[in-house]
């Protein structure tokens, strides 16, 4: 491998675990074909819209994280 390559491992290894996964994301993305999405992903970016389509049309309840888990823990005890 070149001098360059390694250098670019190392720095990559030095980002935060947010960055890494960015840079992990597009390389692997990179490897794709130009076009080419599986079944699953573009089911999956489908619905991703969808959902964030109903969030921001206001059409579904959006409900902060603690409060959801409070929630699941009083219907588990009832």
Known sequence: MATDTWALIR???ALDADQRALVA???LESLRDEGEMSEVDAAWQAEATRRLADA???T???VDADEHYAR???ALIE
Do not use: I, K, P, Q
């Open 60 to 62: 579904v309840e959006l």
């Open 11 to 13: 720095d990559a290894l």
């Open 56 to 58: 921001r049309g206001g």
């Open 72 to 74: 699941l823990r009083a």
């Open 25 to 27: 994301d597009a390389l």
